[in-house]
């Protein structure tokens, strides 16, 4: 209960002091109300915040610090305060599991909503950009692609900071496989959509981002989805490209896999069996004694090829089933 909203609570600070960055010294009228009513609403969930750190009987190993001066009356401020958690060695570590869960919880939410945001975007480019006879009505689809970039900025580095936190809290790499580092180049628009069928547009897996391979579900019910701009429509086909190629790949690296197994097996079976035809070819009636040697050699050639390669097969995979 009290890291769900605890999380909660450094969540809605980091989208003020985001807020509050992109207004600098001077915010719009706007920016200000936004700014003011965002920190209200975090002064009257804190008094709450501090009720379940005491019946979580959280006790700050931090308590004792004491506020420069100068910097009293920033910290003052609901978006300074800090949340007491094990990812922020200011409270001991026993309660690390129950914090982990819920940053894991946290980890999928953001990865949801950057791919929703990534398809946003990416049909703005290829369904409202380039279908707009008129300047004005491109240049305000313009403007709202680059909300759309502001937006998946913040949830970028929100989803950056809750895996930082998953490494501190010690997750395994199971999960961090999962929840994989965010580069650039994988929140870029994808164009995809454009031409879904053209020719060669299987090789375009290869270079699909790791969010669309990923086995967290997209789920399409968070408020970026509700309030995109975009037609829903368009949005689950833009889905079902991706996923489909993500599928293309993850079948095609999975008979890949098969086969080179296979092929490790094959590839002993044919030099035993070589090994066998000259050993037998060594024991025919009436073979020389010269040609009994040479047989006899490219029989004992087959078989070292053959236990050369069981030998680097079973080091290189240990899935390898020998055939000797």
Known sequence: MYFSFALMVEEKQQRLLTLVKKGGQSPTDPQSKQ???????????????????RN?????????EQIDPDEETTALLPENHLILCPS????????????????????????NRIRELV??????????????????V???????????????????????????????????????????????????ASTLILSPNERGSTKVADTLSWIWLSRIAARGSTASMANASVDPVAQKEFLRVHWLRARALYHRWREEHMLVKNEMNWTVRYFLKKSGYWTDASALAGISLPAGAY??????????????????????????TSPM
Request: aromatic share 6%; net charge positive; hydrophobic share 40%.
């Open 35 to 53: 700014i003011e009513h965002d920190r209200q609403e975090l002064w009257s969930l804190l008094p709450k915040l501090r009720t379940l750190e």
């Open 56 to 64: 979580a009987q959280l006790v700050s190993v931090a308590d004792t």
């Open 88 to 111: 922020n060695n200011n409270v001991p570590r026993s309660s690390s599991p129950q914090e982990l869960q819920m940053r894991i919880h946290y980890a999928g939410l953001y990865l």
């Open 119 to 136: 398809v946003d975007k990416s049909l703005q480019y290829s369904h409202v950009v380039r279908g707009q006879p008129l300047k004005a």
């Open 138 to 188: 491109m240049t305000r689809s313009r403007g709202k692609i680059q909300d759309l970039a502001s937006e998946l900025d913040l949830e970028a580095r929100l989803y950056r900071q809750t895996r930082q936190r998953l490494v501190t809290l010690g997750a395994d790499a199971d999960i961090l496989a999962v929840y994989q580092e965010l580069n650039p180049k994988d929140t870029a």
């Open 295 to 320: 047989a006899q050699r490219k029989a004992a050639a087959w078989l070292r090829l053959a236990t050369q390669a069981d030998i680097a097969f079973r080091s290189a995979c240990t899935e390898y």
